[in-house]
Every structure is written in structure tokens, then in C-alpha cells.
């Protein structure tokens, strides 16, 4: 989903960049290691900080528990948005069970799902109630949910009612920001958000269905190449200072699930330039996580510096074949490091996130002849049968150990 496009590094093959070691491994690290402990609360009996964050024994002791998490970020193919997907109107649990069962075939444990809060704010019990309608359906398919709260990518003008169609041939020509610009860049409103972000965290804290919570997705995008024109200024700034009150509520509600903000875009070959925005997201969650669609030099000193802060790590957004990160480059890699992978997209729909970023400035007319993300089309049949046998090939066994904290059977009655 990252989409800072053909001009940045981030998404140019590059020469081959070699792994940061030795000394140099060290010396960039520790002013931001050395920041990160200075600031952190001493640890109680549960395992939390003064602030409630995990600690890193806590942390690695619930990822040691669970089996390799392996999956997408999903959308059904009929929603174009996250609003799509969740309004009563549009809510389609035959899509999602049929794609989910999919996911189950290729040895899929987890999906990633963006929520909104503008569903939350029209309806909470509805909005809440749909929520459990999916999670029963994808735990029927043995499948575990990240859910993610917020995001900062793409549309920064959401707003409820039918959805607009697909602009033709158009990577995510549909996708809206959570909460938008509207709210982001007015801090007197951030505290509108307070009763959603606890609300879902109230709902589903204890529901061994939900994996994780990734509490704000790529903050600070500033979607130059689609909506740079009309995009938030200074959104770095906005975001940091909503994304501390996010981790601030989330932490009060204390869930049974780790918390996570993943990193993005960072120049992960040279940590000392992270941004104050990059660096607070590494330091607040219980889990690392970060995306990278990298080729796979990349993607290994990310690895790198993802494992230095002594937490389980987990990429949430990969996989850009025209780009140089596939599932027969990376995956293996992921796997061998026992890093969490969640690639973006699964199957081809209204999202059309099968065609590349740049469609927002060049004109296709037609399937590109190589797909730039998901896996399946339409009717269920994989894109690339080679990548489906890996990825079999490569997932952990069927029904191994969920490592949850509650049976099923509590979790759908709270």
C-alpha cells in the first residue's frame, strides 16, 4: 500500500546494497536503541510496562505460541474501500467466505482487515455486530485477523453512502483515509476518535480471533503521486500527535492481543535518519512490524533492523512483482527468519490493485502483463500457479497450535 512512487528509492531496483554489520551495525543503532530504554517504564509482574506496554519477554513468550503467521491483507473483491466492505448496505459475507475458504486452501493462518471509523460513528452496534459476522466466517476457515484501525493512504476525504466505482485500469482508485483529513489536520477533533478506537479494542480485546491490532496504518502518507494537490501539510506532525493519543487510549483499554504500528518507508539501511514519526512506531509497539516492497537486499536490512530492538517482527505489506519483491524472493527469506508475512493484495477486484502505482499517472487500457499484487482472480483461480505452490509448499501445518487465551466458543459470545 505504500505509494511513494517511481521517484523515491523505495520502489527503484538500485544496485545491490550490502547488509549492515559489525561496528556500523552498532554505532547507527545506539542513539536510537539507547532512546528507545531511556524511556521505557520498568516492567511489572503481568509482563507490562508502567504505560502498559508489553515487555519484550512478554512479547517473544506470546510469538513463540503461534504458529508462523502467513497471510494477505484482504478486501473482498466487491468493496473498493474499507467503507465498501463494512456499511450494512454493502457488507458481503458470501464474498468473504468464499474467498476466505481461498485462503485456507493455500495454507493461509491470517489475514490483515482495515476497519473506519465513520462505520463506528453511524452505527457502533452494527458496525460491531458485522465485525463478529466476519471474524466467525474467517474463523471457520481457521484464519486469524489483524485488524487495523486506522490509515493514512490514498482518498484523505472519506465519507459514508455508495461508494464511487473503480476508476478503469486505476490502482486503488477507491481506497479513503481513516479519519481523513478533516479530522487529522484539526487536533481539537482527535478526541472524536477516543470512543471508537476503545469501542472496537472493548468489543474485541479478548477475542482469541484477532491476532493483533495494527493501530494505524502507514501514518504520515502523503499520497504525493494520487492526491498530493489536495493532501494534509505538515501531515507528519498531525499524525504523530493523533498516533500518541491512539496508543494512549489502546493502552488503557489493555486488550490480550499485542499492539503495533508498523513502519514504513524508512531508510532502513540508515537508521539514524529515521523521522521522529518513524521512530515513536518502532518504539511503542509490542510487536515490530514494518513494510517493505523492496528487492530482497532491502527487505534483509530491514529484517535487520526490525530484530534489533529484541521484539517479534512481522512484515505487513510486501510483494511487487514488477519491483523485484515476489513470494520465490522473499518468502522463503521471511520464513527461514521466522518473520510474520503478510503480502498485499489477495484477489483481484474492485480495489485493481493488480495494476501498478503508477496508473495513477500512466494510462493502461488493459490487464497488465504482469500483475503488481494479489493472488487469486476473480473466480478463484491463482494468477500464478508456481507462487500457490510455494506458498503450500512453504505454510505451516493446517490447524496448528492458534496459541489463543480463550476457546472459540467464549470468543463468539463477547
Request: a neutral charge; glycine letters at 6%.
Amino acid at each position: 500500500m505504500s505509494q511513494i512512487l517511481k521517484s523515491s528509492a523505495h520502489i527503484t531496483l538500485g544496485k545491490r546494497v550490502r547488509l549492515l554489520r559489525g561496528a556500523f551495525v552498532f554505532l547507527v543503532l545506539l542513539p536510537l536503541l539507547a532512546a528507545c530504554q531511556s524511556t521505557t517504564p520498568q516492567p511489572d509482574r503481568t509482563g507490562l510496562t508502567a504505560d502498559a506496554q508489553w515487555t519484550a519477554e512478554k512479547a517473544n513468550s506470546w510469538y513463540a505460541a503461534q504458529p508462523w503467521l502467513l497471510g494477505a491483507n484482504y478486501i473482498p473483491s466487491t468493496a473498493i474501500n474499507p467503507l465498501e466492505m463494512w456499511q450494512a448496505e454493502t457488507f458481503d459475507p458470501q464474498s468473504i467466505d468464499r474467498e476466505l475458504g481461498w485462503a485456507q486452501s493455500i495454507g493461509f493462518n491470517t489475514v490483515r482487515v482495515f476497519l473506519h471509523n465513520l462505520p463506528y460513528q453511524q452505527d457502533p452496534s452494527g458496525f460491531t455486530n458485522r465485525i463478529d459476522q466476519y471474524l466467525s466466517i474467517a474463523d471457520r476457515h481457521h484464519i486469524r485477523t489483524m485488524l487495523v484501525l486506522l490509515d493514512d493512504v490514498w482518498d484523505p476525504a472519506p465519507k459514508l453512502g455508495k461508494q464511487r466505482d473503480p476508476k478503469p485500469h486505476v490502482h486503488n482508485s477507491g481506497w479513503v483515509q481513516a479519519p481523513g483529513k478533516n479530522i487529522l489536520g484539526n487536533p481539537s477533533r482527535h478526541d472524536e476518535l477516543e470512543p471508537y478506537i476503545k469501542g472496537i479494542l472493548q468489543r474485541f480485546g479478548n477475542d482469541p480471533r484477532v491476532v493483533i491490532w495494527d493501530l494505524y496504518n502507514e501514518p504520515g502518507n502523503p499520497n504525493v503521486s494520487a492526491y498530493g494537490p489536495v493532501e494534509l501539510k505538515d501531515k507528519d506532525k498531525y499524525s504523530l500527535m493523533l498516533l500518541k493519543k491512539v496508543v494512549t487510549w489502546a493502552r488503557e483499554v489493555r486488550p490480550s492481543q499485542p499492539l503495533t504500528v508498523g513502519g514504513w518507508n524508512g531508510d532502513w539501511q540508515h537508521p539514524e535518519r529515521l523521522t521522529d514519526l518513524q521512530q515513536y512506531e518502532l518504539q511503542v509497539s509490542d510487536v515490530i512490524s514494518y513494510h517493505c516492497y523492496d528487492p530482497l537486499p532491502k527487505m534483509q536490512a530491514a529484517v535487520t533492523l526490525m530484530k534489533s530492538f529484541g521484539r517479534p517482527v512481522i512484515c505487513t505489506e510486501y510483494m511487487a512483482r514488477p519491483i523485484g519483491s515476489t513470494f520465490a524472493t522473499h518468502l522463503p527469506y521471511l520464513k527461514e527468519q521466522h518473520v510474520g508475512a503478510y503480502n498485499w493484495g489477495f484477489v483481484e477486484g474492485k480495489s485493481q490493485t493488480n495494476y501498478p502505482w503508477d496508473s495513477w499517472e500512466k494510462t493502461y487500457t488493459a490487464e497488465p502483463p504482469l500483475w503488481f499484487h494479489d493472488i487469486f482472480r476473480t473466480n478463484g483461480t491463482p494468477y500464478n500457479e508456481a507462487e500457490v505452490r510455494l506458498i503450500k509448499t512453504l505454510a505451516p501445518q493446517p490447524h496448528a497450535s492458534l496459541g489463543v487465551s480463550l476457546p472459540m466458543a467464549v470468543a463468539h459470545k463477547l
